[in-house]
């Protein structure tokens, strides 16, 4: 009884204080309904409109935390030239519109910087600019709304990939950026080495420049696939979450030099299905996430491409995935080869324009498993069934074709013996099936093209902060 009475006088002081003292709010926490009429706020942000009266002027301010907008009113009396793209911080006291919506009556106001116009700045009030000007600007395209909804989608979309993987008992690992291995085998590799000459030359004794610091090749990681096995092998069930690196001379919407990507490796995994059933909950589990955390960034960002509704775009997620295999895969396209610019050919694999029509030809994103060998890579399992197809799949989905990478991984020491490729550098992946091996399975998903196929951006040069390509590193 008087922990609950405590708990009342406690609330109750902290109610009657936003009326006597200015507390520093965020706009988020205002229209979450923290705060109320008459309470007293102090407000930091950036002008992103204008409106004079007669006697007021009407700022409406917006301080990243939501893509809304909070409108200041204060007396052309009291305000300076502060005008579009300034900061200011405000504070006054909580009123209502007439349509009823919170304001701020302002008491002080000062421009803490103010915005030139006139001086270079790209974005002007009340116009809407292409995704290929915008990158142009890369330091201040934060100040743009499309871009900060887009920010603020990734955050919660890495925070629920975090969270739902941890419930799911998964521990991160922190695999390496600089590693002695191409995971992939496909020479796409970054090489490193000290950019001083004097220090190559200190090290430079008994092996070549591009070997000398390390005593032998180190390159930007492409996957952390074979480290987190490493660590499979004791954990259970272990994910990776940061930035890859690939050096390919593309300009294409759906690669970049550096993204980021999320790696699980899962013990005691011996099924495909349960390796599809684990990538498509995770799936609709974060997007579900982020439609009922943040679904004004999510809509703001899909209206600038498409006026559907959210409910028809993610019906989706009410579906299951179609499952299917690479050889009907190839049926289906053979058999509308007339729809498709490039030529169906089982022995090349499935081309980008393929996975897409794939997709549509499904109207859902799609599995696609039981691989030839000849096409995956050496770490994946031989199937039963098959020895010249292997557990690994691709799942696709919208805009970016391949979203998902993954397989049941070789646990055989000597089937893998036979396809390693490098055994001298690869010797300690090859003793992981030598002490206690056990079935595991797993996927990577990149960040960006899932971000991309939610936003429905079609580049993903719009979903990271500061993206990176072939002749192109800016900042």
């Known amino acids: 009884m008087l922990k609950h009475l405590s708990g009342r006088l406690a609330f ?41 009266t007669k006697e007021n002027v009407f700022l409406d301010i917006n301080d990243g935390t939501s893509p809304g907008t909070l409108q200041l ?15 200011v911080d405000a504070k006054g006291t909580l009123g209502k519109t007439p349509n009823n919506q919170l304001e701020v009556q302002v008491d002080t106001l000062q421009e803490l910087g103010n ?35 887009t920010l603020r989608v990734r955050h919660r979309a890495i925070q629920c990939f975090n969270e739902l993987l941890d419930q799911e008992g998964f521990i991160q690992i922190h695999v390496p950026v600089i590693t002695s291995n191409d995971c992939e085998g496909a020479g796409e590799a970054f090489l490193v080495k000290p950019a001083s000459e004097q220090l190559l030359q200190q090290l ?75 990538i498509e909950s ?13 679904s004004p960034d999510v809509a703001l960002v899909r209206k600038l491409t498409t006026q559907s509704s959210l409910e028809r775009d993610f019906a989706w997620l009410e579906k299951p995935f179609p499952r299917i295999t690479y050889h009907e895969a190839i049926g289906i396209l053979s058999n509308n080869q007339d729809k498709l610019k490039g030529t169906v050919e089982a022995e090349h694999g499935i081309n980008k324009e393929q996975e897409l029509f794939l997709v549509d030809y499904h109207q859902s994103p799609v599995f696609v498993e039981s691989w030839p060998k ?12 098959d020895r010249n197809l292997v557990d690994g799949l691709d799942f696709l989905v919208p805009h970016a074709g391949e979203l998902v990478g993954g397989s049941l991984r070789e646990s055989d020491y000597n089937r893998l013996k036979d396809r390693i490729p490098d055994q001298r550098a690869l010797g300690w992946y090859l003793e992981l099936r ?20 939610v936003l429905n951006v079609h580049n993903v040069r719009d979903v990271i902060p500061f993206p990176r390509w072939a002749h192109n590193c800016p900042m």
């Open 12 to 52: 109750k002081a902290y109610s009657i204080s936003k009326r006597c003292v200015y507390h520093l709010a965020r706009i988020q926490s205002v229209e979450r309904g923290e705060y109320n009429e008459g309470d007293k706020v102090h407000i930091q942000g950036w002008v992103k409109a204008v409106r004079k």
């Open 73 to 87: 009113v204060i007396s052309k009396l009291k305000l300076g030239e502060t005008a579009y793209g300034s900061s």
């Open 115 to 149: 915005c030139p116009l006139s001086e270079g700045f790209p974005f002007y009030p009340k116009k809407s600019y292409p995704p290929e000007y915008i990158r142009n600007h890369l330091h201040l395209r934060a100040r743009t709304g499309s871009m900060s909804s």
């Open 204 to 278: 430079s004794k008994n092996f070549p420049p591009d070997q000398c610091y390390f005593d032998g090749q180190a390159f930007l990681t492409v996957s952390g696939q074979l480290h987190l096995e490493s660590m499979c092998h004791g954990l259970g069930k272990v994910y990776s979450f940061g930035p890859t690196f690939r050096a390919e001379n593309c300009k294409s919407p759906i690669h970049l030099s550096e993204f980021y990507m999320l790696e699980l490796e899962e013990a005691f995994m011996d099924s495909t299905e349960a390796l599809m059933n684990r």
């Open 282 to 294: 995770t799936v609709k589990a974060v997007t579900r996430s982020l439609l009922n955390s943040v």
């Open 374 to 385: 000849e096409l995956k890579s050496f770490y994946m399992r031989e199937c039963p069934h």
């Open 434 to 453: 030598k002490f206690g091996s056990v079935p595991t399975g797993g996927f990577g998903l990149g960040l960006e093209r899932y971000l991309s196929w």
